[in-house]
């Protein structure tokens, strides 16, 4: 009885089953040069509203959640401490006033005096000389004018020293009633209203607690950041016009905008580029602190290669693709570049082949995790 066929069997039973795969053909087609990035929304303009002067808030002129305008009144604290101040500075303005016209009549009166005791000690030394006067006479006569002279310049210093006085007391005057328009807060900007933090009756502190944050909806901005790949082609378009971004809310709800500025350095960690694009925001579709879906079409590419995403693989060497011989239903490893992913209409995400690839070629998209070098495959039917 012959053996062979008892020595064959076991040797082919070594040989591995093929493994059951699906394939999918690279095709060639124009796909445009996109970003695609997450954005937050910001407001234009965020202020801080806080008190210049310590009072308590009498008055709250609007509501929370409010829209209002630049220059409308928002609060109004109690103004009583100062205007009492004011009603003191002024008596002290017109006591200065009274002193230092009472030293002037004193000057005048005084100004006399010293002439005439000039006088009388100019003739008493022509007497002295003359053997008149004694020499005792004639100094007190100087004497006594000297004091008049004294009488007179202490006057001016009254004069000056009242006169400063009220300078002073003026420019607190004027600091008071500053402080009394500084009791009403108006919108510094045109903009929606937050929580108030201070209610009414509650004491604001002079450049310390915030009584309400104003955020400016119309317009904002939408921050994202891209791959530094696209930089070069963004700096491209954006210096031939600006670049037209879409804000997507949800499904059907967007809005249009321009970008307007991009960094100047790359992110070492993420290996991308911040930008920010300006959006009117008319209709309010864009609200502070909101994440969307960010995009702008830079430009149209002709003829590129594509493959299901799900078809590239990632190795030690880089991106690869299995790649399938339809001859002998073998696989094999192929290099390839994949500068970025596009999403097309009924087809899902794509991978962009820069090279290693070429359009009809077929690769394997499910399965690829036995694969091994010339292995052998069995297709099945496509999902």
């Not at 317009?219 to 994202?224: A, E, G, L, N, S």
């Not at 930089?231 to 059907?252: F, H, M």
């Not at 960094?263 to 993420?270: A, F, L, M």
Request: aromatic residues 4%.
């Amino acid at each position: 009885m012959c053996s062979c066929g008892r020595e064959a069997g076991p040797a082919a039973s070594t040989a591995p089953p093929p493994q059951a795969v699906r394939a999918t053909e690279a095709i060639a087609a124009d796909v445009p040069l996109e970003i695609a990035a997450i954005g937050n929304v910001e407001a234009s303009s965020t202020v801080e509203v806080k008190a210049r002067v310590t009072a308590p808030v009498v008055r709250v002129h609007f509501a929370e959640g409010q829209d209002v305008r630049a220059g409308q009144l928002l609060f109004e604290l109690d103004a009583e401490p100062f205007v009492r101040q004011i009603a003191q500075i002024e008596a002290n303005i017109v006591r200065d006033v009274a002193l230092a016209r009472q030293a002037e009549a004193i000057i005048a009166r005084d100004e006399a005096t010293w002439k005439n005791l000039n006088a009388i000690a100019t003739r008493s030394l022509q007497l002295q000389k003359e053997g008149i006067l004694s020499r005792e006479q004639a100094d007190q006569a100087v004497t006594n004018a000297d004091a008049a002279k004294a009488a007179v310049e202490a006057g001016r210093a009254a004069v000056e020293s009242a006169k400063a006085a009220e300078q002073a007391d003026r420019a607190r005057l004027q600091e008071t009633k500053l402080l009394v328009e500084y009791t009403k807060i108006y919108a510094p900007i045109s903009g929606r209203a937050g929580a108030i933090a201070t209610k009414q009756g509650s004491l604001a502190k002079q450049h310390d607690n915030t009584l309400v944050t104003l955020l400016q909806l119309t317009p904002v901005h939408v921050t994202f950041s891209v791959p530094e790949s696209l930089l070069a082609a963004v700096r491209k378009y954006q210096s031939q016009r600006p670049l037209r971004i879409t804000a997507v809310v949800s499904g059907d709800v967007s809005s249009i905008g321009q970008l307007e500025f991009i960094d100047n350095t790359v992110d070492p960690g993420t290996g991308g580029i911040k930008m920010k694009a300006l959006f009117a925001n008319a209709d309010r579709v864009l609200w502070p602190g909101q994440f969307v879906n960010v995009k702008a079409q830079l430009n149209m590419e002709a003829a590129r290669v594509l493959v299901t995403a799900q078809a590239v693989q990632t190795g030690p060497q880089g991106k690869y693709v299995w790649l399938l011989n339809a001859k002998d239903s073998t696989v094999a490893m192929r290099t390839v570049e994949v500068p970025r992913l596009v999403t097309l209409a009924g087809r899902g995400e794509m991978a962009v082949v820069a090279s290693g690839l070429q359009a009809g070629e077929r690769v394997i998209n499910e399965g690829q995790k036995r694969l091994t070098p010339g292995g052998k495959v069995r297709l099945l039917a496509a999902n």
